[in-house]
């Protein structure tokens, strides 16, 4: 179990002293290398991709087409099989709506969301779409809220899928509800034969319980970012740094337990920069979920604009919808291409490799043992959650 760091916030009353990938940096060791020496690789299960990505089921920026981009470009697209592109033949002119909808200083109304997103969502739909990304020769990958896992599983794997996400919020193990079936994550997930990446967790015990699940992945984070509104409407925010820790925790107890099985823990959250994504992994992940920072990309289905998932849910949502900007890059540009601004918001996971051969480690799990220190308060941190200094 990790370490506790409580603090006494009143009487009797304590509270776990968390932090944020910016309250956390990375400190260069004695040796570099040439960054054409690195390798920013990563596999899960029997699927091997050349960064370390999977995108955000969001329909601002994942269509069929970029998910075949993405994979081209050597990550890993996620499509969402409860979006527009499971909703409607052509989802263009709703896309074209919500583009015009949005102004130079704010998105589109979150109530012109619900209304698009209250189309039913229809199973023929997603199994072309699958059909269309696999065609490409690319992994394909589509995800389910996990209420509607039990209905529309069987039509996802009927078409073929390569990975399944099964992603809310937060997620559980055993999803308890007196009015309708549960869903049982790990009777679920044995009686497939394709892996599954389930999430989000926010602490070391719901990762390990995720884990237990058998499955080959676990998101870590509840996925907010800057027009997440998570926290004012639900309470409820997690630094993500130490949630990453946490997991990675959880995953070495999970492998010294079943004698070998290794699972991923995938980040998700406030991870907007080239900068955060090498956080991000120095504190244990495996590999990172990026939604909004792919908006800049010239493919992007929502022409610069952004929208989670959860914000269109149609009784409570959870999110903003952000103003358009021009795109900045083809996403070839973004992920892997030269940047021409310092902001670290193109050619991410080029600045990675940068990092990686700065602080002297030649592949992704090597680089999970760079040293990290807190800028708060100066004390050292070696590896994921264990304190040196």
């Keep these: 179990m990790p370490v506790r760091d409580n603090v006494e916030i009143g009487l009797n009353r304590f509270a776990r002293r968390g932090y944020d990938l910016d309250e956390v940096s990375i400190v260069p060791s004695r040796r570099t290398r040439d960054h054409d020496d690195v390798s920013t690789a990563w596999q899960i299960d029997a699927f091997r991709f050349d960064i370390p990505l999977v995108t955000s089921p969001s329909d601002a920026v994942v269509s069929p087409a970029t998910a075949v981009a993405v994979g081209q470009a050597g990550g890993l697209g996620v499509l969402n099989a409860e979006g527009l592109w499971a909703r409607y033949d052509d989802p263009t002119d709703v896309l074209r709506r919500l583009r015009e909808a ?14 698009v997103y209250a189309e039913p969502v229809k199973p023929d739909l997603i199994a072309a779409r699958i059909k269309e990304i696999s065609s490409a020769g690319v992994t394909t990958a ?20 390569d990975l399944l996400v099964i992603q809310g919020t937060i997620v559980s193990a055993e999803h308890v509800s007196s009015g309708e079936d549960a869903l049982n994550l790990k009777e679920f997930i044995a009686d497939l034969d394709v892996p599954v990446i389930v999430g989000g967790a926010a602490d070391y015990q719901t990762a390990l319980h995720l884990m237990r699940t058998g499955a080959a992945g676990v998101i870590v984070g509840v996925g907010a970012d800057s027009w997440s509104t998570a926290d004012a409407v639900m309470g409820i925010r997690v630094p993500l740094a130490s ?15 079943t004698g070998g099985r290794y699972v991923h823990v995938i980040a998700n959250g406030r991870i907007e920069t080239s900068g955060a994504i090498a956080r991000a992994l120095a504190c244990g992940a495996d590999a990172v979920q990026l939604g909004e920072p792919l908006r800049v990309a010239a493919e992007a289905p929502g022409g610069g604009v952004w929208w ?29 291409g030269s940047a021409e601004s ?26 999970q043992r760079v040293d990290l220190v807190l800028g708060g308060n100066g004390a050292a941190v070696a590896g994921p959650g264990h304190l040196v200094g």
């Design 342 to 367: 310092a902001d670290g918001r193109t050619n991410l996971f080029g600045a990675l490799r940068r990092t990686m051969a700065k602080t002297g480690y030649q592949n992704l799990k090597e680089f």
């Design 243 to 257: 949630a990453i820790a946490d997991a990675a925790a959880a995953r070495r107890d999970y492998l010294d337990e």
């Design 102 to 115: 949005a102004g130079p200083d704010s998105g589109p109304p979150v109530a012109l969301l619900q209304e």
């Design 308 to 336: 989670d998932s959860v914000a269109a849910h149609p009784r409570l949502p959870r999110g903003g919808t952000s103003a358009p900007v021009a795109p900045r890059g083809s996403l070839a540009d973004v992920l892997n």
């Design 142 to 161: 589509v995800r389910i809220s996990p209420q509607h896992t039990l209905a529309l599983a069987p039509t996802v794997l009927a078409a073929g899928v």
